[in-house]
């Protein structure tokens, strides 16, 4: 049995080389669970991490009741961790936050509020803490994305979402998707919610994040999901006798 059966909210923590962040980590989540909105679990997914991450990891798991994991075989990029950890919760919603704790569990009380009246809720990293060169080029990749989608986001690089489970999993998944969380669900006709968050600077471990992967791989994936948008099929049963 899937033990994310017994909460209304999992979340998803994708983990790719953060062990100098994981002892913190843990400490941070687990003074979250028990203040949460809602009866809530976490769920680590380990993506190839090569630097003993996982060790750590099944320890936090050990310690607490409410954590629990799962491992890929090989790194394969935080848009498969975030759909695994999708496919693999069973709660009501589902969250999703970073490793490197530049924003923070604590406010994702601040997006269920509104979780009941919106499929999607996101928040919006106020005041950056990130390097002048870094918040120009997502300044830059959010405006070209925001001209390509029309999704309307203010900031859709910012980790902390969360979403209802049954539409996170109707949604296209493709490298880079996570990128594209806001616009994918709109497709759906969902309805997306931002609200401001903290943001912090990282204090250990390193950055994945680069130009190539930061400006030119989304640019790229724009127009991707500019031919999907034109091809997806979104339908509503309205009768049958199968029940």
């Known amino acids: 049995m899937n033990k994310t059966t017994d909460y209304q909210f999992t979340v998803i ?12 980590l843990e400490r941070r989540l687990a003074a979250f669970l028990p203040v949460a909105r809602l009866k809530s679990c976490v769920l680590f997914v380990d993506d190839g991490s090569t630097d003993g991450s996982r060790g750590l990891i099944v320890d936090a798991c050990r310690r607490n009741n409410d954590f629990y994991y799962i491992f890929f075989e090989r790194n394969c990029g935080l848009s498969a961790a975030v759909k695994a950890g999708i496919d693999c919760a069973r709660s ?8 490197d704790l530049q924003t923070v569990p604590e406010d994702f009380n601040l997006l269920l509020e509104y979780a009941g009246s919106y499929e999607l809720v996101m928040g919006i990293r106020a005041e ?14 959010n405006a070209f994305r925001r001209m390509m989608t029309h ?3 203010e900031d859709t690089g910012c980790p902390l979402k969360v979403m209802r489970t049954a ?37 250990a471990g390193k950055s994945k994040y680069h130009l190539r992967n ?30």
């Not at 009501?92 to 490793?99: E, F, K, N, R």
């Open 13 to 24: 923590v994708p983990v790719y080389n953060e062990a100098d962040n994981i002892s913190r």
């Open 92 to 99: 009501p919603y589902v969250g999703y936050i970073d490793a």
């Open 128 to 141: 950056r803490k990130d390097s002048p060169f870094k918040r120009l080029q997502s300044r830059v990749a």
């Open 151 to 153: 999704d309307g986001v």
């Open 167 to 203: 539409n996170a999993r109707l949604m296209p998944f493709f490298t880079g998707m996570h990128r594209f969380i806001p616009a994918l669900m709109q497709l759906q006709g969902c309805r997306v919610k931002q609200v401001p968050v903290r943001h912090f600077p990282r204090t």
């Open 214 to 243: 930061r400006l030119i791989g989304p640019f790229v994936d724009c127009f991707a999901y500019r031919w999907m948008r034109k091809r997806y099929i979104n339908y509503r049963i309205t009768g049958g006798n199968l029940s």
